[in-house]
């Protein structure tokens, strides 16, 4: 059943031992947090990549933090070619991800053919908590924007999907933009 709080994400993963791993769908977000960064971008063609800048370092070092107690730390992001924008922004900083410690996949959409995916983004910690990750149609956080999950057969029904997307998915360093 869904909690009636809004979850922290960044406790959830403080509580995480084993893994974390965030299963991206969308071609575009335009959540606030990103927004200043994303327009440099879109106005430079320059992407923060420095995991100590003030945009990068907390989330630096949270994921630090996790890998060196043993959390598997896993991102996959299903995109659609030619990507958007926004994909070619995030795959140009991804490189922070993966210094940090996450190891990023990538799936073309239509190499996701076959597969049952979830609808909704999340994160899935230690194959126990689901916190599903709600958005708008434009990319903007929905008005209740996180609910953490814990039902087994939910997330297990989850992980099955997200470990199959894993699967066929591109490793970033071998993941080309179209």
């Known amino acids: 059943m869904p909690q009636n709080e809004p979850p922290r994400f960044d406790e959830l993963l403080a509580?995480?031992?084993r893994s974390a791993i965030h299963l991206e769908l969308r071609d575009v977000y335009t959540v606030p947090d990103e927004?200043?960064?994303y327009r440099r971008w879109r106005e430079t063609g320059e992407r923060d990549v420095d995991p100590a800048s003030a945009y990068w370092a907390p989330w630096v070092a949270m994921v630090r933090a996790a890998t060196a107690r043993g959390v598997a730390m896993r991102r996959v992001r299903i995109v659609s070619e030619p990507v958007s924008d926004y994909i070619r922004y995030e795959h140009a900083g991804t490189a922070v991800n993966v210094?940090?410690?996450?190891?990023?996949?990538?799936?073309p959409r239509d190499q996701a053919v076959g597969l049952l995916l979830p609808v909704v983004d999340g994160w899935l910690f230690d194959e126990e908590q689901l916190l599903l990750n709600?958005?708008?149609?434009?990319?903007?956080?929905?008005?209740?924007?996180?609910e953490l999950?814990?039902?087994p057969d939910l997330v297990r029904a989850y992980a099955d999907a997200v470990e199959a997307?894993?699967?066929r998915a591109v490793p970033h360093a071998e993941y080309k933009i179209r």
């Open 134 to 146: 709600h958005f708008t149609g434009d990319g903007q956080w929905a008005a209740v924007p996180m």
């Open 149 to 151: 999950r814990t039902e």
């Open 165 to 167: 997307v894993w699967e």
């Open 35 to 37: 927004a200043d960064d």
């Open 15 to 17: 509580g995480a031992r």
């Open 99 to 107: 210094a940090a410690g996450e190891e990023v996949r990538w799936l």
